[in-house]
């Protein structure tokens, strides 16, 4: 499973954390809403009880009337702040504490002076105001209903509670129309001996709560504000930390090349852990490969450039010579060499085409899988066939077929190269030997002649193109191109192979070709 990349964690987390505080706390602000309606309603309830047990005990000593009635009220003092009525049996108001004068709240003032500061702050304004405005555009006006005049008080509360139940009711009264305030009204039952003798009802104005809720909403505005802001400069420092590197990778981009195209530079790599790091990080080894590929093709040029002179020089001198010599036997000699040489260019210039399309060959040719081993004793027979220098070529394989995948006329050109060169080192009457062997989900194919070996100062050249070291042949430059072995390291590499080249310990070259299974 592919884990998320660490700038996709990153963008989660900041978009989770912007959508995330204003959300809980307007969230919020209907868990609090609630909480605070049941805690009213709560209170009132209990309000009413504590009156419904004053009011019935007062009954036990008189009948339920509006002097008794009011006496239970007077004594509270008006320091409640609902409103509390008693209704006698029949359904008739005895008492009602807002005809006893004026509440004495002493902090109610002080509270009011408090609570009414979050609407007068300028940002509570702004947006309340574009709230208004978006209930306006959003919700439909009204239809306009005939007036009425209101019932003072829910008939059917009451009359619920002479019935003996409890009685809830909630009633819009007034304010505006996006956020109008509410009265509450609980209607508990009042007891006697066991009987229903009246009712007592408490009603309340949420006027207070939505002073709390203004409160709390103007906090909340704030905290959304501020993470608005936070989010804000995160987002900046968030996007430099992605578009500054992106903008030094274009700056690099750009510098990369001169005017003819060569690289002059490369990408820095920079310690970053994320994404982009890697992203450098690879076009640092891309610019790297390149510029090694660079190095070799001028290599490459320098070296055919080189070969090429030496053929020319002969082909040139014999040129000249040819037009001052008249004695037949020098001219014959002469145009022998322009032949050679011209031949030797042919080789060259054939060889030098071939290793340049190796691994375009290796791209369009599809691999089909060999049986190694049945390879192996095809090109062994064709060898042993060759009664050349009375070489011969011993195969040692563990019998069965050995699976690779490859294209079966590469892999010959490889085998045949190599073995061509072990014979071409070894005695007369020596022994080339092949041995192939399965190797922990490979193939490993060894060669080994017994010629002089290879000197220790050429172990690393000997797959350089041109390189030639036959130290008993004079003319070994004019009958071998030295690259054979370059073409065989080119083909096995680019089936993600890996060829060596040692000595063995009892004498001759070893040469070792591995291939994937």
Known sequence: MRLPSRISIRLLLFNVLLVFLPAAGFLYLGVYEEQLLEDQERSMVQQGRLLAAAVGGQTLLDSLNQNGAEAVLRRLDQRTDSRLRIFGLDGGLLADSSRLGLRRVEDDAAYSRSASKPRDSLLYKVAAGLYRLYRQTRAPSPAR????????????????????????????????????????????????????????????????????????????????????????????????????PIRRLRDEANALLDRRGRLRGRFGGPHRADEIGDLTRALEQL?????????????????????????????????????????????????????????????????????????????????????????????????????????????????????VRASPERLLQVFENLLDNARSFSPAGGTVTVTLERRNGTAAVRIDDEGPGIPESHLDRIFDRFFTYRPGEPDARSGHTGLGLAITKAIVEGYGGVVRAGNRGEGGARFEVVLPG
């Open 145 to 244: 209903r005939s007036a009425s005049p209101p019932e003072p008080y829910p008939a059917r509360v009451v009359a619920a509670a002479l019935a003996g139940k409890y009685g809830a009711a909630v009633r819009p009264t007034g304010g505006e129309r996006w956020r109008p305030s509410l009265t509450l009204h609980s209607a508990i039952p009042v007891r006697s001996a066991g009987q229903v003798v009246g009712a007592v009802l408490v009603s309340q104005s949420t006027v207070r709560i939505l002073r709390e809720l203004d409160q709390v909403r103007l906090a909340v505005l704030k905290v959304f504000l501020g993470s608005v802001l936070v989010a804000a400069v995160l987002s900046l420092l968030l996007a430099g930390t992605i578009t500054h």
């Open 287 to 403: 610019t790297a490969r390149l510029a090694a590929h660079q190095h070799a093709l001028e290599a490459f040029a320098s070296d055919v450039s080189h070969e090429l002179k030496n053929p020319l020089a002969s082909i040139r001198s014999a040129a000249e010579l040819l037009a001052e010599i008249e004695d037949p036997a020098d001219r014959e000699h002469f145009v022998a060499v322009v032949q050679r040489e011209v031949a030797r260019m042919e080789r060259l210039l054939t060889a030098l085409r071939e290793i340049g399309e190796i691994d375009v060959r290796l791209e369009t040719e599809a691999p089909t899988v060999v049986d190694l081993d049945a390879l192996l004793r095809e090109v062994a027979e064709g060898f042993c066939r060759r009664a050349d220098k009375d070489v011969k070529i011993v195969l040692a394989a563990p019998g069965g077929p050995l699976p």
